[in-house]
């Protein structure tokens, strides 16, 4: 930086309110003519800023369709609190991190590891599709709330098919699975009914996520 | 000079406007972002101790109760330092920049203080080791003082214009509000599942990672924060006194009120509502139970803000809010004596608790923003108040927080030891959890949720007699804008005045 007077160079580190050469005042220097100037950018950020809350009103809360598409983006991330595999036939392995923090460690079962399940050759990529689609089910909420602000209604309905796809692979890889540890008299591991349940929404959500896109074409010209 | 001074009129100056906005858009991203990223913690130290540091827990306890002297004694010369402070940057903002970097080399070293010393059962009193603790320890809090001053100070001067600074404080709590739980949330998990042995991380290892990215989170945050966000209230032309910073706190009555009430606010002595849930209810997670429902309003709460200010004034919701706790508490302890205060009583029920906090959780939640806006522009607007009734138009943020931390200091560091006392008092057996008498069942009820209420409702009567209605507001904004305006003339004319004597000589 350079004294707006003087010129003379300021080094980063010469933290002094006035330049050492001509005394100027560096932080007061044309402070308030700096100020309006300001005034003018910040005035034109917060209309940005108060359009985008606009749209989020009108187009993700007002209109009824896309406050049940606000409600029931939330839907698959409850569902997973219900249980996604068996594990040695009574016991439960839950998907969802909420239950953690509820203090109940009912996240994975006594005696389970995930390091001891690399001997289930399917086990280890289908439980990580289910995590993927659980961080898909989350990105996808987090579009519908974020989406309106800015127009985009697309990113949902991707993020709900990748959730559903994986969701869908992961199931189908469980019941390959049980098979297989069944045979190699190992612990019995397979899909649970929360997780059927699950999918039956991830699917019916995507549905309604892909319909929404059409749909909300009608909100970008009215916008 | 004395003449071009004399010359100024007010008049004459072209006065900002101050309902226009000053901040642009990534100054609001920055402030935003910095404000989650102080409410993202490295975890407990306590813990960290406990698992990975391993010093006796007497000399963890010595080290933080010398800290805790300390950190009474840094409050009273940070302030001061703080206000005489001026530099091309302000007076704030060069504390983001200087102590970020020293923040994040003792914010590690302290937890990579594990790695340093051994940490067997022998090392557990190595001297060494305290020394270097409390090294850290006493470094972190006096730099953290600063730091937080500094953030304070700089959020009441970021914009002269006090509608935009409650919008300003209102989005980053709400946005902080959203996502400042995750990161606890996620540690949570992690360490669950590494004292189950689900995931084989070492306990060095767990804090040393967490400690690393959250300082290299908060680190660039600061950085980014301090390159985007500038001071726009001029500060007087003269430093302040020592003296000055204290006169301003006791000359001016709502200073005196918001100290006064913060000091009877801390005598607000109470048992954990969690000892309750334990003894009484069986149930730890009771109090999240009854919150988690509520808490999509407390986000939404900060939305209504505006229309809660346009029909009530500042004082009438500082009150409102900063007592409302006390009010429900009270309902609560009524509602969970229906029934007698034995076995019968209400409060023993956990279905019968549960429908009488969950709705009491929505209420409070409603008021959420609010309570979390406005005690802060209550202050702000009281500091303007004290640069308004100065002569010089000084402004002492760093004393004045300062002092409002060490009036709860003093009180809380004194009383924290009470609440062992106080349940001991009433009978409660330490080695029995679970399993109180119904005697010191209902004492824990009556402890937890009246005993808080009443001593909190002492400070609301300082309150009543807050004096900034909003008229006063009005007027001092107003013609504090044009002050500033002349003070900003006559610095430059100083200046000027200066480089050319300068030039003669």
Redesign the interface.
Known sequence: MNCP?CGTK?KFWD????CRK????????D??NR??E??V???K??L??TNMTAQFMDYGVKDKISLFRLISSVLPLILLCMPVITFNGSTMIYLN??L??????T??PEG????NMTQYTLFLPAFFLLAVSLFAATLAFFSVVVGPAFMNFRAAAIFELIGTLCASAGTVMFNFFSVESLSALNPSVSASFGLYIYCAVMIAETVFMIRFVSYSKKFKALN | MAETLRELDSADVNALDISKRYVNKKGIIAFILYDIANSISTGDFERFNTDALKLKASMFTLANTIVGIWDIINDTFTGVIIDKTRTRFGKFRPYLIACALPAATIGLLKWFGCYIFPTDAAANASMAKFIFTLICLFLSETIGTFQNVAKTGLLATMTPNPEERIWLAARSAQLSAVVDNIPGIIINLIYDMMIQNKIKISYKGFYTSIATVVTIVSVSLSLYFFMNVRERVVQSIEKPKVKDGFISIFRNKPMRIILLSEFLGAFAVSVSKNDYYIDVLGMSSFGTLTEVPAAPVSVISYGWINAMRKRFSNKSLWILTSHMDAVINIIAFLFGIIGGTGEKGWYNQRWKMFFILFPAEFVRKTFWGVKNVIPGEVLYESIDYCEWKDPNGIRNEGVILTAKGLMTKLVSNTTGSLKAWIKSLFGYDYYSSGSQSQKVKFSLFALSFMLPAVMSLISVFPKFFYNITPEVRAQMYSELQTRRELVTLRKIDISEEKSGEEGNV
């Open positions: 007077v300021i933290w002094r309110q006035n001509c005394g100027t005042n560096l932080f007061l220097h402070f308030n100020l309006r300001e005034s950018q910040a005035e950020d917060f940005w800023w991190f909420l953690d923090s509820f203090g109940g460690g996240f994975f389970f590891s995930l390091g």
